[in-house]
């Protein structure tokens, strides 16, 4: 990460977002965990010291956005990251300093997901950037995604529009990426690590740095669009954009993100001649001065884009400035899906499509590779060997039957991370799942709506800590008779143990305040709040069983810290251990547990992987003629 | 570690029209597919040649599956291997290797692990899950060849299950005319694995290696 300029290192699309953000010297990092962004923060952490940066997690994106728009107007440049998902966390803070723009450069780097490979929609944040007014450059691979970011504080620093009584200052840009980018890996030669310069700094101007007053505000928007009218001028002619047209071209393409290295691998795979090309990484405001170029000297434009129709509208508007009649392919003929990731073949099929010639990949292996693919099981991802979510949503569904409420006889709301897990067999818990902190708000509705059977959110710390406050006071002081079970494994899990405020150290590793849920949960009103150790299944069930008697709002915390951390720390216990005498082979651990340590032998009786055991004894608890023993 | 070898003077031949080379990387979360996957870049990257990784991470770090495409060759660009272009696939349990089978073609030599690895409702649900031999069979209707090889045994007499994915890379470098060389591959094993457990790797590696050459002679 910090290596010498001109050295050839192998990076991740998100190692060289990371990468670039030194290389412009930048002061302050924040973000929120989300695949597929997480690493640029993770990449960062082990070198803050010697590179004299400031880099947290956040508790959610819009505070880490705040916080570099914090740092920036103060002066320092600043970049803050996040999954799609975040950016619409964000979105409130993010269109308003639009408006009341930044001093030191400010970078917001999202990560969509075509191919929902993290689970979560197929967001295209190409579209947002129109919506908030602000510049947009779009990686394609690892050498890209530094020079994006490079590019990107360029920008952010350089078009301030100097008014009256305001300084000059510019504005936060985006620089986006995708799964298939961010997680690409390829060689990227290092530049030089930019001295640092700092911004002017602070100084009060409520004309620029407040909303409040109608006409400012306007005044604010009518120089966000001269900005972005200079903007453009300079995308026109950035190095991030490519043109080239042989002589004697009949058909174009557009191209953007991953696609532009299909293309060029389609068209030397075939052979392919006299084909103009446009790839674009200046993605919002787009360069029309290019694109109306190629489209004058051609009869067909193919323009690859994954996700909405942004390019191609915009290659669709400007045709008709041409003055006759080209054939545009892309989504809106229906050449190419707007669902999912592209492929080189998806790229190879559209290309051929333009010029005339069949480049569909065919033989006569068809039939066994679908019957290849029809035999592969399905593998959903089950909880880990030793996992504390298993021993809650075990307890849970426990719970319910003894209370009369088994068979769909309550509803358990589901939300972001590890515990949705909770959905797949055996345990068949969580209903629905929707955005982070969802889960409380949806279950207070649920109840609204006339809804009798009781309705338990189900929520991970992380998630709490995000979204999860603002609606427990809701549910609290609107009276919402739900039960919140907040299952507290002391770290953000699903994207790889990031720590979250109850893990009792900060990004960077060092101790901190640990913030305990049992106590916001109280300040929000909630009386009847119980602490349990999952582990503990009778315990839990008990904590659970009580609650739901009780009725009105209650909530449980369960707490254990995640079996993967705790292997890692080296507090994992002793394998258990099944007494093949002992086993009747009823294998009621195996169904009720679903443990991916535990298995049936050939005789039938269970058996216990030692090396994958985490030791969390639950399958001792659940076994009826006490067969099982060992670990601590 | 593997003496005999042939040098860098065939690493064309086997490039293909646009010059590249395919290695496609089948597991399961905790396998050490994605390890796997660091050694062949970090090697074929000190090699000098031009290297392009693509990962599925997504939700599927732990338990679930896990495909990494590894693209040498000076033509390669994007992190995805094309419809049937895959050269080696190294899959680390049997049924993933029916997953990646878009990817296979005649073209393809597959080292397949026959340790599976069921998920857990595979268990609790009944459900039907291929025995290695089935896997074999129908991966033999796809692609020029497939060495079927027990991975997790052989790691098992090399001290443990978890060095798996060095046995599978030992019996690729036994496969004819491998694009990397065996000394940048045991380079690229010294940093990217635990010092402590190196020597154990090591000899998952030489079990790996020995155990190709012995399929290759109809052993």
């Known amino acids: 990460m910090l290596g010498d300029e001109g050295s050839r290192v192998l990076l991740m699309g998100n190692e060289a977002v990371a990468r670039g953000a030194i290389e412009a010297g930048v002061e302050v990092v924040a973000g929120y965990p989300g695949t597929p962004s997480s690493e640029v923060v993770e990449s960062l952490i082990p070198v803050v010291r010697e590179a004299g940066i400031r880099v947290e997690w956040s508790v959610n994106e819009k505070v880490a956005f705040d916080v570099c728009s914090g740092a920036s107007l103060a002066g320092a440049r600043s970049l803050v990251t996040m999954k799609m998902s975040g950016l619409n966390v964000a979105s409130d803070s993010i269109v308003s300093m639009a408006y009341g723009g930044v001093n030191g450069g400010l970078v917001v780097y999202v990560a969509d997901d075509p191919g929902a490979h993290a689970g979560m929609v197929e967001q295209d944040s190409r579209l947002f950037a129109r919506a908030a007014l602000l510049p947009m450059i779009d990686a394609w691979d690892p050498g890209s995604s530094r020079d994006a970011v490079l590019e990107a504080f360029e920008v952010s620093e350089e078009f301030g529009i100097p008014v009256e009584v305001s300084e000059e200052f510019g504005i936060p840009v985006f620089v986006r990426s995708t799964s298939s980018v961010a997680h690409m890996r390829g060689g990227v030669e290092l530049g030089p690590v930019r001295e640092r310069k700092r911004a002017a700094g602070l100084t009060r101007d409520i004309r620029r740095l407040t909303r409040a007053s109608p006409a400012w505000c306007k005044e604010q928007h009518a120089r966000l669009n001269e900005r972005m009218a200079k903007i453009t001028a300079r995308f026109e002619a950035s190095r991030l954009n490519g043109l080239e047209i042989p002589g004697g071209a009949r058909w174009g393409v557009i191209s953007t993100g991953v696609s532009r290295s299909y293309l060029v691998e389609a068209v030397e795979r075939y052979g392919v001649e006299g084909l103009a090309t446009l790839s674009i990484g200046t993605t919002n405001p787009l360069p029309e001065g290019l694109i109306r170029a190629l489209v004058d000297r051609v009869e067909g434009v193919l323009v690859l884009e994954e996700l909405e129709p942004h390019v191609e509208q915009s290659v669709r508007a400007l045709r008709g400035d041409v003055g006759r009649s080209i054939r545009v392919l892309g989504k809106m003929d229906g050449t190419l899906p707007r669902v999912g990731e592209y492929t080189p073949d998806i790229v190879e099929v559209a290309l051929g499509a333009l010029i005339g010639r069949d480049l569909a990949r065919r033989d006569d292996l068809e039939g066994p590779r679908v019957e290849a693919r029809a035999m592969a099981p399905r593998r959903p991802l089950p909880f880990c060997p030793g996992c504390s979510h298993r021993g809650t949503y075990v307890a849970l569904g426990q719970a319910l039957r003894e209370t009369g409420h088994g068979e769909e006889g309550a509803i358990v709301v589901g939300d972001i991370g590890c515990t949705i897990l909770g959905m797949h067999p055996p345990f068949d818990s969580c209903w629905m799942e929707v955005s982070m902190g969802a889960s409380i708000g949806l279950a207070s509705g649920i109840k609204y709506a006339g809804e009798e059977r009781p309705v338990i959110a189900a929520i991970g710390d992380s998630t709490f800590f995000h979204a999860g406050v603002p609606p427990t006071i809701n549910a609290s002081w609107n009276g919402a008779d739900i039960l919140i079970a907040v299952l507290d494994n002391e770290i953000t899990a699903m994207t790889g143990h990031q720590p979250s405020p109850s893990s009792g150290y900060n990004a960077a590793g060092e101790a901190s305040r640990e913030i305990r849920i049992e106590g916001l949960l109280q300040a929000s009103g909630v009386e009847r709040v119980s602490v349990v150790d999952p582990y503990d299944i009778s315990a839990s069930r008990a904590a659970f069983v009580e609650a739901l008697k009780a009725g009105g709002i209650a909530a449980v915390v369960l707490r254990r810290a995640c079996s993967l951390v705790a292997r890692r720390i080296g507090l994992q216990k002793g394998a258990l251990r099944v007494s093949p005498e002992d086993c009747t082979g009823c294998l009621l651990c195996v169904r009720t547990l679903g443990c991916p340590a535990m298995g049936v032998s050939g005789e039938g009786r269970a058996v216990i992987d030692e090396a994958a055991c985490a030791g969390c004894g639950m399958c001792a608890q659940v076994c009826p003629v006490g067969a099982i023993s060992g670990g601590g | ?219």
């Open chain 2, 1 to 219: 570690m593997c003496p005999g070898l042939p040098g860098r003077g065939h690493l064309w031949r086997w490039l293909g029209l646009i010059g590249e080379h395919n290695i496609l990387v089948s597991s399961v979360g905790g396998q050490g597919g994605v390890t796997l996957t660091r050694v062949l870049s970090t090697a074929a990257f000190s090699q000098g040649m031009n290297v392009v990784v693509g990962e599925t991470l997504g939700m599927a770090q732990r338990g679930g599956s896990v495909t990494s495409h590894v693209r040498v060759g000076p033509g390669v660009r994007g992190p995805m291997i094309p419809r049937g272009g895959c050269d080696v696939l190294l899959s680390l349990e049997p049924a993933e290797a029916l997953r990646v089978a878009h990817y296979l073609g005649r073209r393809t030599r597959a080292v397949v692990n026959t340790a599976p690895s069921p998920p857990a409702f595979a268990l609790l649900r009944e459900a039907r899950y291929p025995e290695a031999e089935e896997v074999i069979g129908v991966l033999k209707r796809i692609t020029g060849v497939v060495y079927p090889i027990d991975a997790t045994g052989l790691a098992s007499e090399a001290g443990s299950t978890r060095s798996m994915n060095m046995v599978v890379l030992g019996a690729y470098v036994a496969l004819e005319d491998p694009v990397l060389s065996p000394s940048s591959l045991e380079e690229a094993m010294a940093a990217s694995l635990p010092p402590r457990f190196l020597a154990m790797n090591k000899r998952a590696f030489d079990l790996g290696y020995e155990a190709m050459i012995g399929l290759k002679h109809g052993g």
